[in-house]
């Protein structure tokens, strides 16, 4: 058994055995031709050295070219082609050796038999490396995996179909959908149009979709084929199994803004000194890859949690970075940091988010997120940072909880900071997706643990987008923003999260789980806001618009900030700086 194992040795060996074989045959053959079937007794030398040195030179160019490293089952057009260059340079060389030693060696040699060999050596040895292909293509097209649908431009069909054919995994391409070119082939592969699919889409067991198409637009379509199994193919990746990535629901919800401007962000962040706040959470950290991206000359990482501190500084290696320790709303501490980094641009994404758990702790919710913001501010002001991008929430508009209030709070004192010197912006958006306090983890993990999904209400719906998206899109609004300005990022349609709960129990392939409505949770809405009214403005882009501003006197506020933090009915106070919040208790 173990003789029958292939192996690369074993492989090599195998073809080496097999090449000299076709050489020797096609040489024979070729002197037969030449002489009418009768090969002359002074000619059986020749036909000796020919095999013996065209064998030599093609076995050891194919060696060392690593041509018997070729996989014999997904033998290529561009594996061909390396073995015709092969071909034709031993012919060529052996012909100048016919022809320099034709007076000695060669003498008499007869020359039509050149041609004729290469002919039949080329038949031959490709005909050798196709012969499994075909069989399993033609005959026995089963095997070699899961009938499978492309979802691809031509571009796309072209990598993706040639990386399947090389690699070795459970799909075979049977069939591209695409209208536009519905007929061609690519690859061998026909492209055909929807229509035609859905009449001979029988045996289709799986599709792969390119990454460059946003899947939501195709996943209603691939349901109807009544194909369970569906793959994202990562082009970016490696040949292989590495490139299929199981399809999620954050890939049916995904955005994919078309007007991210990416030379905008690099120029707003390269080479300049940044310091992000929350610099350890879900958003935080994606800030702070981005930045890394973009070529940011030092990253100042602030977060008050040591496990989040300690893991995105360990994650962020081609930057300088700091490690800072501490809590915004110790005003000395944090005044030191900037004191001693002198930050040109500060991105403050640090607050508490989980809106259940901000109902109980509202005294230290408004220390972090009121008290903190204002001390992050204050001290981007007095030590001369050029801008100030505040992350915020849809649920600062016509809030019902105190997470909510207290982002409004935030906005407010943000917008009426600003003309002390540094631009001071904040950014409105919705949820993101696999964030820490997002809908999606915790359903993965009733799911995996087999357990019904549990939804406040039948009705309820959140805007969604992904994190490295919305991320983008706050450095892209903060790089046009001159001050003053909430920007609203565009998060689409809201989605129900009951479909939200389906869907992802459509993707586990679980039939055993349910749904479960369990209420609404204290401070909760069934539906959540961008706009506090209609006077937005459009910018440049259209995923980016202008909310109107909100005009409140900052001594003022400062002062109402004071009494908040003192008083001891913190929600009357936060209605009163908030006229709009109507606390929800449900």
Same mark, same amino acid.
């Given at each position: 058994?173990?003789?029958?194992?292939?192996?690369?040795?074993?492989?090599?060996?195998?073809?080496?055995?097999?090449?000299?074989?076709?050489?020797?045959?096609?040489?024979?053959?070729?002197?037969l031709l030449r002489f009418d079937f009768i090969i002359e007794k002074q000619y059986i030398d020749d036909v000796y050295k020919t095999f013996i040195i065209l064998g030599i030179m093609r076995i050891g160019l194919f060696y060392i070219l690593d041509i018997y490293q070729i996989s014999?089952?997904?033998?290529?057009?561009?594996?061909?082609?390396?073995?015709?260059?092969?071909?034709?340079?031993?012919?060529?060389?052996?012909?100048?050796?016919?022809?320099?030693?034709?007076?000695?060696?060669?003498?008499?040699?007869?020359?039509?038999?050149?041609?004729?060999?290469?002919?039949?050596?080329?038949?031959?040895?490709?005909?050798?490396?196709?012969?499994?292909?075909?069989?399993?293509?033609?005959?026995?097209?089963?095997?070699?995996?899961?009938?499978?649908?492309?979802?691809?431009?031509?571009?796309?069909?072209?990598?993706?179909?040639?990386?399947?054919?090389?690699?070795? #995994?459970?799909?075979?391409?049977? &069939? *591209?959908?695409? %209208?536009?070119? !519905?007929?061609?082939?690519?690859? +061998?592969?026909?492209? /055909?149009?929807?229509?035609?699919?859905?009449?001979? #889409?029988?045996?289709?067991?799986? &599709? *792969?979709?390119? %990454?460059?198409? !946003?899947?939501?637009?195709?996943? +209603?379509?691939?349901? /109807?084929?009544?194909?369970?199994?569906?793959?994202?193919?990562?082009?970016?990746?490696?040949?292989?199994?590495?490139?299929?990535?199981?399809?999620?629901?954050?890939?049916?919800?995904?955005?994919?803004?078309?007007?991210?401007?990416?030379?905008?962000?690099?120029?707003?962040?390269?080479?300049?000194?940044?310091?992000?706040?929350?610099?350890?959470?879900?958003?935080?950290?994606?800030?702070?890859?981005?930045?890394?991206?973009?070529?940011?000359?030092?990253?100042?990482?602030?977060?008050?949690?040591?496990?989040?501190?300690?893991?995105?500084?360990?994650?962020?290696?081609?930057?300088?970075?700091?490690?800072?320790?501490?809590?915004?709303?110790?005003?000395?501490?944090?005044?030191?940091?900037?004191?001693?980094?002198?930050?040109?641009?500060?991105?403050?994404?640090?607050?508490?988010?989980?809106?259940?758990?901000?109902?109980?702790?509202?005294?230290?919710?408004?220390?972090?997120?009121?008290?903190?913001?204002?001390?992050?501010?204050?001290?981007?002001?007095?030590?001369?940072?050029?801008?100030?991008?505040?992350?915020?929430?849809?649920?600062?508009?016509?809030?019902?909880?105190?997470?909510?209030?207290?982002?409004?709070?935030?906005?407010?004192?943000?917008?009426?900071?600003?003309?002390?010197?540094?631009?001071?912006?904040?950014?409105?958006?919705?949820?993101?997706?696999?964030?820490?306090?997002?809908?999606?983890?915790?359903?993965?993990?009733?799911?995996?643990?087999?357990?019904?999904?549990?939804?406040?209400?039948?009705?309820?719906?959140?805007?969604?987008?992904?994190?490295?998206?919305?991320?983008?899109?706050?450095?892209?609004?903060?790089?046009?923003?001159?001050?003053?300005?909430?920007?609203?990022?565009?998060?689409?349609?809201?989605?129900?999260?009951?479909?939200?709960?389906?869907?992802?129990?459509?993707?586990?392939?679980?039939?055993?789980?349910?749904?479960?409505?369990?209420?609404?949770?204290?401070?909760?809405?069934?539906?959540?806001?961008?706009?506090?009214?209609?006077?937005?403005?459009?910018?440049?882009?259209?995923?980016?618009?202008?909310?109107?501003?909100?005009?409140?006197?900052?001594?003022?506020?400062?002062?109402?900030?004071?009494?908040?933090?003192?008083?001891?009915?913190?929600?009357?106070?936060?209605?009163?700086?908030?006229?709009?919040?109507?606390?929800?208790?449900?």
């Amino acid at each position: 058994m173990n003789f029958l194992t292939p192996t690369n040795t074993k492989r090599t060996l195998f073809f080496i055995l097999l090449d000299f074989i076709a050489i020797s045959v096609a040489t024979y053959i070729a002197f037969l031709l030449r002489f009418d079937f009768i090969i002359e007794k002074q000619y059986i030398d020749d036909v000796y050295k020919t095999f013996i040195i065209l064998g030599i030179m093609r076995i050891g160019l194919f060696y060392i070219l690593d041509i018997y490293q070729i996989s014999w089952r997904y033998f290529s057009f561009k594996d061909q082609v390396q073995i015709t260059y092969v071909l034709l340079s031993s012919t060529l060389l052996f012909t100048a050796l016919v022809y320099l030693f034709r007076g000695s060696f060669f003498a008499g040699y007869p020359r039509s038999v050149i041609p004729i060999e290469f002919l039949l050596s080329f038949l031959f040895i490709l005909s050798s490396r196709v012969s499994k292909r075909f069989f399993l293509e033609v005959y026995s097209k089963h095997s070699l995996g899961k009938p499978t649908l492309i979802i691809a431009s031509p571009q796309r069909a072209e990598e993706i179909t040639r990386k399947l054919l090389k690699s070795d #995994h459970d799909y075979w391409p049977v &069939v *591209i959908w695409d %209208d536009m070119t !519905a007929g061609i082939k690519i690859n +061998g592969v026909r492209v /055909k149009s929807y229509a035609e699919i859905m009449e001979f #889409h029988q045996g289709l067991q799986s &599709v *792969i979709i390119s %990454d460059e198409f !946003a899947v939501k637009d195709f996943y +209603g379509k691939i349901k /109807k084929l009544n194909i369970n199994e569906i793959k994202i193919f990562n082009t970016n990746s490696d040949y292989g199994k590495n490139s299929l990535v199981n399809l999620s629901v954050e890939d049916l919800l995904a955005r994919h803004p078309k007007d991210l401007d990416k030379e905008t962000i690099e120029n707003f962040i390269k080479d300049k000194i940044i310091l992000v706040t929350g610099a350890g959470g879900s958003i935080g950290s994606e800030i702070c890859r981005q930045c890394e991206k973009y070529g940011v000359k030092k990253l100042i990482l602030l977060d008050h949690s040591e496990f989040n501190l300690y893991s995105i500084e360990q994650e962020i290696k081609d930057i300088p970075t700091a490690a800072v320790m501490e809590n915004i709303h110790d005003l000395e501490l944090l005044n030191k940091t900037f004191e001693k980094y002198k930050p040109e641009i500060v991105i403050h994404a640090a607050a508490y988010k989980h809106v259940p758990l901000v109902e109980v702790n509202v005294t230290e919710a408004i220390l972090n997120n009121v008290v903190g913001t204002k001390n992050v501010i204050d001290m981007a002001i007095k030590h001369g940072a050029d801008k100030f991008v505040m992350i915020s929430t849809d649920k600062a508009v016509r809030p019902t909880n105190v997470m909510g209030a207290t982002k409004r709070i935030c906005e407010l004192y943000a917008q009426n900071s600003n003309g002390l010197g540094t631009d001071i912006v904040a950014v409105r958006f919705g949820n993101v997706l696999a964030s820490s306090g997002s809908v999606i983890p915790k359903f993965k993990d009733q799911i995996d643990k087999g357990k019904n999904v549990t939804v406040t209400h039948p009705d309820i719906t959140r805007y969604f987008m992904l994190i490295p998206e919305a991320c983008e899109l706050v450095l892209q609004a903060g790089a046009i923003g001159s001050g003053g300005e909430i920007f609203i990022l565009d998060m689409g349609e809201p989605v129900k999260i009951v479909d939200l709960a389906k869907k992802m129990i459509e993707l586990s392939g679980r039939n055993d789980i349910g749904i479960e409505f369990i209420g609404l949770r204290p401070g909760e809405k069934l539906y959540e806001e961008l706009l506090l009214n209609d006077g937005d403005v459009q910018t440049q882009y259209e995923s980016i618009t202008v909310a109107q501003p909100t005009l409140y006197d900052i001594e003022r506020l400062n002062n109402d900030i004071k009494e908040l933090v003192a008083s001891d009915s913190k929600l009357e106070k936060l209605k009163k700086i908030v006229p709009e919040f109507n606390h929800q208790l449900n």
